[in-house]
């Protein structure tokens, strides 16, 4: 399955199998959703390891560990897409963190809309009750 189908397709394709691979990269990590802090927009979900939590604290940036290249990950580091971190939440019981952000560029996603221009998010699709999926806000690819 190619990625244009998974992130641009109309049809529901869950990596149900996505915590197996997390929980096998060889670091200890728990989620972290970057949430816009003046729309409440859920814009993206990744993994933080102590070193990408010591990171966002220091350079005050979402920051992120990435499970599939075992590496840290400045958001916006290649992009320009930053994510000015403004504040850190943690749950109740503390195995997952909320970073509350100011985009700094033109949206959080890798992926664009027809247009070329990055999604604000990553949740650009909603499910309907017959299993399809259909762009919400005109972002279709």
């Not at 096998?24 to 970057?34: K, L, Y």
């Amino acid at each position: 399955m190619s990625n244009e189908e998974i992130e641009e397709g109309k049809q529901l394709k869950m990596d149900f199998t996505k915590l197996r691979s997390v929980a096998s990269c060889g670091t200890d990590v728990v989620p972290a959703i970057a949430q816009d802090v003046t729309t409440g927009e859920v814009l993206i979900v990744g993994y933080a390891n102590q070193i990408a939590l010591n990171t966002a604290l220091e350079c005050g940036m979402a920051t992120f560990w990435s499970t599939s290249r075992n590496e840290l990950w400045i958001k916006g580091k290649t992009s320009g897409d930053f994510l000015k971190l403004l504040e850190v939440r943690v749950n109740c019981e503390q195995n997952s963190l909320l970073y509350r952000v100011e985009p700094a560029g033109q949206g959080a996603c890798h992926t664009k809309d027809a247009d070329g221009t990055t999604r604000s998010g990553c949740y650009y699709r909603r499910l309907n009750s017959d299993g399809s999926l259909e762009f919400i806000d005109g972002s279709q690819g």
